[in-house]
């Protein structure tokens, strides 16, 4: 008789990536993948608490099984990533949750097929919460499930501690990974027909300095090297550490795309400090100076928060300033969430609610008047774009350009996978729309 599991994920492309680890130690373990929540016989939640929206929103749908979970008793609900790796989280789980199976955390995600077998043989609960031991675990099997995207970690963890930030408390410090293996994995997935592959972490510039053999400059390099038809990306950049080193890598060698995604959160230098970014607004703007000297074509993307504690009007003008003077390609735009462990939480001057729902409206209306300027000059251009999948509801195939826009298109052929040349009719926010030519 078939099992089939279903997983819930919460957050980044890291929560993505990982949650394709999970699926394919449920595949071991013979399970199925199914769409309904309903017909699962284990269902995973990968949690993310970057900010509290995620971390309720977790809390609203495990809650939400509770019914089934009565008519269905032998099915398994497994909670695990940073929400319960917080401290005293996986307690408070358990006492909220009673009818959840299995928790556990970040550092022992490998652990979770003996988590199963270990439930499957009991009543009781399993709960473990690991502390990061600076070891990385090789030999994962991934269940993708983004072809023709591939996401591959380089890093773990991080070292930088922003005030407002939980991930170095829940992730552990910064742990790179042998060179060599992640160009073997890398040359696996494109002999298996990957076209785009995202290398990963929470900053992908500091590579090195957490173990490994070479700067990510060189890393970036070789990885580009590589023979066959693919592209290359990779996330997150922190500016205190970008390079004019990989400002030309990332110009010499045509498979890296022409998109940087390179957090700025603030504009303003006194919060910048608050926030512990080491880098100042000009700092900032002189990395943009060097990317754009070497890429002139780059699309640079970030992510704004607005609400930071003591954030005045003046700092929020700063930030809205910034945002002119870089001219992001787009950008995402955040309320400051506050996060139980971390040094801002305990910071005076907390925004109230109506003047950060009014700054960060100010700043998506900016942000959104860019990103259509940016969007209008690819209106009448042939674009390359790598299809990813077909949107039944337009009947339109999608993609992405290098520069990160999403393509649609109609085509009779089946082109997930394929690289399409598409002529670009209309721009509608940061999606596109054309003719495959």
Known sequence: MDKFYHIVTYGCQ???????????????????????????????????????????????????????????????????????????????????????????????????????????????????????????????????????????????????????????????????????????????LIEQGYKEITLLGQNVNSYGNGGADIPFYELLEKVALLDGNFRLRFMTSHPKDFSEELAKIIAKYPKICHCLHLPVQSGSDSILAEMNRRYTSADYLRKVEILKKHVPDCAITTDIIVGFPGETEEDFKATLELVKKVDFASAFTFIYSRREGTKAASMPDQIPEDICKRRIMELVELVNAQTRVHSAKFVGQIVEVLCEDYDGKRGLYQGRNEYGRMVYFASQNDEIGNFVQVKVNEANGVSLFGDKV
């Open 14 to 188: 890291m929560n993505v990536h990982e949650s394709e680890k999970i699926a394919g130690i449920l595949s071991e373990l013979g399970y199925k993948s199914c769409g309904a929540i309903e017909e699962a016989d284990i269902v995973v939640f990968n949690t993310c608490c970057i900010r509290e929206n995620a971390e309720n929103h977790a809390y609203g749908n495990i809650g939400m099984l509770k019914k089934l979970k009565a008519a269905k008793r032998d099915m398994i609900i497994a909670v695990g990533g940073c929400l319960p790796q917080q401290i005293n989280k996986a307690g408070n789980l358990h006492e909220k949750f009673p009818y959840v199976d299995i928790i556990f955390g970040t550092h022992n995600l490998s652990k979770l097929k003996d988590y199963i077998v270990r439930k499957q043989s009991r009543r009781k609960a399993v709960i473990e919460i690991e502390e990061c031991d600076g070891r990385i675990e090789e030999g994962d099997k991934p269940l993708r499930a983004s072809y023709p995207n591939a996401w591959v970690n380089i890093t773990y963890g991080c070292n930088n501690f922003c005030t407002y930030c939980i991930v170095p408390y829940v992730r552990g410090r910064e742990r790179s990974r042998k060179s060599e293996n992640i160009i073997a994995e890398v040359k696996s």
